[in-house]
């Protein structure tokens, strides 16, 4: 028990001094895109996102290459009191397939509440993909789309999900405030962001 706490109290401490997060807030939706990244020269690397989406938001997803066609996408979503989330591809603009490129894991540091839930997420081989990546510095676009459509099956990764009737669109941000050290971001797994 003393051990657990000590080592909470070191991963809050390094959350609160260490890590270096990028966000942008969608004002049409209000749902929030927080990203980090590892002190890399270039893809593919890992990318930590969190999503902090309204209750009544059915699921939002960021696209990686910053349209939604061919490149990966992940999408999120709660069921009942927890997170899921699942990645994507579409080469149309039809309901994206799961996509075998992209490994996402989700941190148990994501939460439901009565008025949000908050998906913090692990992304792997969402960086680079056949035909583009993410650049590791300066500024990058990323697409986004939030719908409050229900989900066919909100319990199953490979769920059917409809239109993003929200809103859906294109926003940048600046990689090189996204860098963390390996530790930092390896901290990002556990601490409460
Ligand atoms: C059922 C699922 C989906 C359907 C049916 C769908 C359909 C469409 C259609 C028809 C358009 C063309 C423009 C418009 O309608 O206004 C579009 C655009 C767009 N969609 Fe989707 N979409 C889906 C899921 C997603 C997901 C998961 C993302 C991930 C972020 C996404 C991101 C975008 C973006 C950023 C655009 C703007 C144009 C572009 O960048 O290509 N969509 N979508
Ligand atoms: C991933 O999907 C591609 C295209 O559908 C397929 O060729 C490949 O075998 C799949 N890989 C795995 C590991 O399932
Ligand atoms: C969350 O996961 C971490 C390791 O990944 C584990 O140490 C911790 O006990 C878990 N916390 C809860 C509340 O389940
Ligand atoms: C619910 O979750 C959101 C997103 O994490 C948070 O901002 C808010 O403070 C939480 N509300 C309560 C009452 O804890
Ligand atoms: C990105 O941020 C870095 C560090 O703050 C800054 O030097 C650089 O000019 C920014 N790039 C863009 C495109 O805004
Ligand atoms: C969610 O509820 C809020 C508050 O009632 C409302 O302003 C917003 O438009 C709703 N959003 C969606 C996606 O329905
Ligand atoms: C989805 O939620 C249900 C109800 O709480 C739960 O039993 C199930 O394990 C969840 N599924 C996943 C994949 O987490």
């Known amino acids: 028990m003393a051990i657990r706490l000590l080592l909470g109290a070191l991963a809050l401490a ?11 807030v969608e004002p049409t939706s209000t749902v929030q ?14 990318v930590f ?35 899921l989330a699942s990645p994507r591809w579409a080469d149309a603009y039809h309901p994206p397939d799961l996509y075998n490129g ?10 439901v509440n009565a008025t949000h839930w908050k998906a913090n997420i692990l992304v792997s081989g ?3 993909w056949l035909g583009g990546s993410v ?21 199953t ?15 940048e941000v600046n990689m090189t405030n996204a860098r963390n050290t390996q530790s930092a971001f390896d901290a990002l797994k556990t601490s409460p962001i």
Not at 33 to 46: G, M, R
Not at 103 to 108: E, K, P, Q
């Open 157 to 171: 990764i490979n769920s059917g999900i409809r239109y993003h009737n929200v809103g859906k669109g294109h926003f």
């Open 33 to 46: 895109y927080s990203l980090a990244i590892p002190e890399t020269a270039a893809a593919p690397f890992d």
């Open 102 to 111: 992209t490994t996402v894991t989700v941190f148990n540091t994501s939460t």
């Open 49 to 83: 996102a969190s999503i902090v989406a309204p209750s009544n938001v059915t699921w939002a997803a960021i696209a990686f290459g910053g349209c939604m066609l061919r490149s990966p996408l992940v999408v999120a979503w709660k069921n009942d009191t927890n997170i």
């Open 126 to 128: 969402g960086s680079s």
């Open 14 to 24: 390094t959350a609160v001094c260490g890590q270096k997060l990028v966000t942008y």
């Open 135 to 155: 650049k590791a510095f300066g500024s990058i676009p990323l697409g986004w789309a939030v719908s409050s459509l229900p989900l066919a099956a909100p319990a």
